[in-house]
């Protein structure tokens, strides 16, 4: 079955992934409605899908708020509006007319559909583009938005799609939440009805939502059930809306910015929205997320199929007190626990003492390193580790030497306050002479030092969103923002191939498949207590794969929650994603220095199946049971359990745990113990996890195939 094809009678749209189908057509006032979303169809059963359009039963009703590819603002609809536009006479409105359409094969194994409209008053055209893959059930969509006419006009709301879901008897509503330190704080509600807004004003995708959903029946579980799920690529603000119609239908559009933003076309300007990538999913949440992440692999991540490092990042150990002796001491004990990545955190430049000052003046700090960051980067090389540095190219400290000479370059609104938060106020990277200046100390930064990584942080929202460029520079600013900041990272990385780059924005604030386009992982949150990673990592990993998410052990008891857990449960929360290390090295005992550097020699023996394997969450985190997650290796041929148990209660029975997809019929053999297990017994019956005793228990099975079973 192609992967797009059309009806010759219906003129009906029908994408056809591996294992399901979305069909819409053009209806008789010209504009793109949606059909159907879900399992797959053949194109004369998506056909006897296609309601005509009748009269709406009252005068107060309109069009239906669901069933618009992209709800348009004009006429008699009422819903939320996906597209509307404020024209140069101050009008609003969007009239569908047809103009064309075009199938795509630009790129092996996939295909576009572009369907291109005009208004039919005003020289505003949209195209609405749909790309699918052969090896995912993912569909991309976005739109492009060109101004044909003479004079300016607003785009007030331009967002990239609208998602129709079949009608169904109830609705649940799965996404994120939280705050710093407590991102990816999955909730699972009941959709109501009306209007839920999901949203960031803060100018980054940030700490207290995601942008993606899940919708389900309410019934759905980790294993069963139907799901549908969308994703957007923005890494500024944006905006979701989910509604639920009184006639017991649901649908979701979203996009970038938020209220009171907009989008400005001059003449002849285009504007190309974010993707908004959708899923269908019958195997309940578990295999959407696995589907999910094999597409972040698979279509956004630049080099997924490396293996990530074992990382050292000295923030806890050091905090400001950097300097060149104290750092190469660290990395020789780093080295030693097996660690292949150094990163040096903040406090390594200019008059960098504390979070007041410095900021922007990113060369090395003379009295600490007098010859610069070359001779700690050719220790780290020769004790055969990459070296990184930590950077936050979008802020300034007002006590620096960028700030005195640009006070301009901040976001700011003249003659009002400039706020500060941490100290610091954000640069305008909506400024082309600011990504410029950027992106030159940093293309230099990392060819001068040898530089092999970059944790790309980002420490505080956006405050005063003040630009006086003439050309619309406030609304401008919001989108121009993103675009430059990609482009900066994107001419780095071109200049330095070799670079791998960790998206952080104070931890989990910036992390969607917008900045994971060209970044290599992503700081999940600066929370880095063992027990409430767990629930942090569960909620990343509904959408996010673990081959992006980094996690350090660190010391205890822990500088925020002052929580204290073994070193062993503390490594093996962190080995559930991109293990990394962040304890101060220096105050290990020599036990701990050799459990640690065991503990990193087992993870590099399994870290293939977590970075690469597909994930089952098999018993969500901190419940009566064990937290347990399941990494299991494409082939089957291997897998890894990961089991975490606060203090068992009296009389609570340790269930065994039942494994997910081992082919019928194998054994697998445990590669520590040499026990031999059946997979059907696995699968149906379950595996006794040996806990050891205690508060904070936990382990690690490996088992691996054994290959002369049929």
Request: contains cysteine.
């Amino acid at each position: 079955m192609p992967l797009i094809s059309r009806s010759s009678t219906t003129g009906a749209w029908l994408l056809t992934t591996p294992h399901t189908a979305y069909a819409l057509r053009i209806d008789e006032s010209g504009a793109p409605c949606h059909i159907a979303w879900g399992a797959r169809l053949t194109m004369a059963e998506a056909e006897a899908l296609i309601v005509p359009s009748g009269e709406p039963p009252s005068s107060f009703e309109g069009r239906p708020a669901v069933g618009e590819e992209l709800p348009v603002d004009g006429g008699t609809r009422y819903g939320p509006p996906s597209l509307q536009v404020r024209y140069a006479d101050g009008s609003h409105a969007f009239e569908w007319q047809p103009t064309g359409h075009h199938v795509l094969h630009n790129t092996p194994g996939s295909a576009e559909l572009i369907l291109e409209f005009r208004d039919r008053l005003c020289p505003l055209q949209v195209a609405l583009h749909y790309r699918v893959h052969e090896d995912t059930d993912v569909i991309e969509r976005w739109t492009v938005l060109r101004n044909t006419g003479g004079q300016h006009l607003d785009l007030l709301r331009a967002d990239s799609a609208a998602w129709t879901l079949p009608p169904l008897p109830d609705y649940r509503l799965s996404h994120v939440t939280g705050q710093w330190s407590a991102e990816s704080r999955l909730r699972r509600d009941h959709l109501p009805y009306g209007e839920t807004v999901l949203t960031s004003r803060r100018g980054i995708t940030s700490h207290h939502a995601n942008p993606w959903v899940m919708l389900d029946t309410g019934t759905a579980t980790e294993d069963h059930g139907r799901v549908w799920s969308t994703a957007l690529a923005w890494s500024g603000s944006w905006r979701l809306t989910v509604q639920r119609t009184p006639d017991g239908r649901a649908g979701l559009t979203g996009g970038i910015g938020h209220e009171g933003t907009c989008v400005p076309l001059a003449p002849g300007e285009e504007f190309v929205t974010p993707v908004f990538a959708g899923l269908y999913s019958d195997g309940g949440f578990g295999e959407a997320s696995r589907a999910w992440h094999s597409y972040t692999r698979t279509h956004v991540l630049a080099h997924a199929e490396e293996t990530a490092p074992v990382l050292y990042n000295s923030w806890e150990a050091t905090g400001f007190d950097v300097d060149e002796a104290g750092q190469k001491a660290l990395a020789e004990r780093a080295a030693r626990l097996g660690v292949e990545l150094y990163v040096v955190d903040d406090g390594w430049f200019s008059t960098r003492r504390s979070d007041r000052a410095g900021l922007g003046d990113w060369a090395p700090a003379p009295d600490r390193f007098p010859a610069g960051l070359g001779p700690l980067s050719d220790a780290v090389h020769r004790l055969g580790m990459r070296f990184g540095v930590w950077v936050e190219p979008e802020m300034v400290n007002p006590d620096s030497e960028l700030y005195r000479a640009h006070p301009d370059w901040v976001l700011h609104v003249p003659g009002r306050t400039r706020t500060e938060m941490r100290h610091q106020l954000v640069l305008n990277f909506a400024r082309q002479d600011v990504a410029d200046w950027a992106y030159d100390w940093l293309t230099r930064l990392v060819a001068d030092h040898d530089v092999d990584f970059l944790k790309w942080d980002m420490n505080r929202a956006f405050g005063e969103t003040g630009w006086s460029e003439p050309d619309h520079g406030n609304d401008r600013l919001w989108t121009r923002y993103v675009s430059n900041l990609y482009d900066v990272i994107d001419r780095v990385r071109t200049d330095h191939p070799q670079l791998r780059i960790e998206t952080c924005s104070g931890g989990g604030g910036r992390v969607d498949l917008g900045i994971l386009a060209r970044t290599d992982q992503a700081w999940a949150s600066d929370n880095t207590d063992a027990v409430d990673r767990l629930v942090i990592q569960h909620g990343f990993t509904q959408v996010y794969p673990t081959r992006v998410m980094s996690a350090w052990v660190t010391d205890v008891p822990n500088q925020l929650t002052h929580l204290s857990v073994p070193l062993r449960f503390r490594f093996h929360t962190a080995m559930a994603g991109l293990l990394g290390v962040g304890g101060d090295l220096t105050r290990w005992s020599q036990a701990e220095l050799a459990e640690g550097a065991a503990l990193v020699a087992a993870y590099k023996a399994v870290r293939h199946l977590v970075q690469h394997g597909r994930q089952y969450r098999l018993a969500e985190p901190l419940g009566e049971g064990p937290t347990v997650v399941q990494y299991l290796a494409e082939d089957a041929d291997e897998l890894l359990i990961l089991a975490y148990q606060h203090s068992p209660r009296y009389g609570t029975p340790r269930l065994p745990v039942r494994l997910r997809d081992l082919p019928p019929g194998t054994r697998y053999r445990n590669a520590e113990s040499g026990t031999v297990h059946h997979s059907t017994v696995l699968t149906e019956y379950g595996l006794h996890l040996d806990l050891p005793t205690g508060d904070w228990a936990s382990a690690a099975v490996h088992l691996v195939r054994i290959q002369n079973d049929t």
